[in-house]
């Protein structure tokens, strides 16, 4: 079974990718923290339904991990931009390890900790189309710890030339938001809703 958790952007600079989403958001993000394990740091946005937003970059003061970075951090470049999701799967480092991943990994990060399946050099499968996987165990979810944005996730659209694939895939997630459509490219948007209507698009 697997369960929304929360939307990935990436940037250069956590700074900028900061400024990009607050933008068109029109709220402010909150500070996260730093990931000892992948040298990446973050700031978080909670929306609606227990989820959350995540604005993700390289730290420039961590040491360079061992391993690939996630999220595919270790080649992106250019403007900040949605680029993966991430689903929570309960027991996941009971089972065996899911297609497309080397396997579990248990992460801490203040009072926050969790099991985290790792992408073969650090990139999602179906070209970060395929969400990170998460287990929170007996965490409280980061959601329960931020302040409402007032957005919600309406929709999130994939796409990807192997459509059938991506579902077949993800045939444990039940979520009427996430649509799988076929392109000739893969790529990710999001649709949340703001007070009174507002649309915004990533």
């Known amino acids: 079974m ?3 958790d929360h939307l990935v952007i990436a940037a250069e600079r956590l700074d900028e990718g900061v400024a990009w989403a607050e933008a068109r958001l029109g709220v402010a993000l909150e500070a996260g923290g730093q990931h000892a394990r992948y040298g990446t740091h973050n700031a978080l946005l909670g929306l609606a339904g227990g989820l959350y ?17 996630w999220f595919g951090l270790d080649s992106f470049s250019g403007a900040p931009r949605l680029v993966t999701w991430v689903c929570r799967s309960p027991g996941l480092a009971k089972g065996p390890v899911p297609a497309g991943f080397d396997g579990i990994v248990a992460l801490t990060r203040g009072a926050l900790a969790w099991d985290m399946a790792e ?3 650090g990139v999602l499968p179906f070209d970060q189309c395929h969400p990170g996987l ?6 409280a979810h980061p959601a329960t710890r931020l302040a409402p944005s007032g957005l919600e996730l309406e929709r999130l659209t994939l796409t990807h030339p192997d459509a059938e694939g ?3 895939a993800l045939a444990g997630l039940q979520d009427a938001r996430v ?4 392109g000739p490219e893969a790529g990710l948007r999001a649709v949340l809703r703001g007070p009174e209507g507002r649309e915004v698009r990533l």
């Open 166 to 168: 991506l579902r077949a």
């Open 134 to 139: 998460i287990d929170w165990g007996d965490t």
């Open 2 to 4: 697997l369960e929304f």
């Open 179 to 182: 649509e799988i459509i076929r």
């Open 119 to 121: 992408a073969e050099g």
């Open 53 to 69: 937003l995540e604005v993700i970059a390289i730290d420039p003061e961590a040491a360079t991990p061992e391993g690939a970075r």
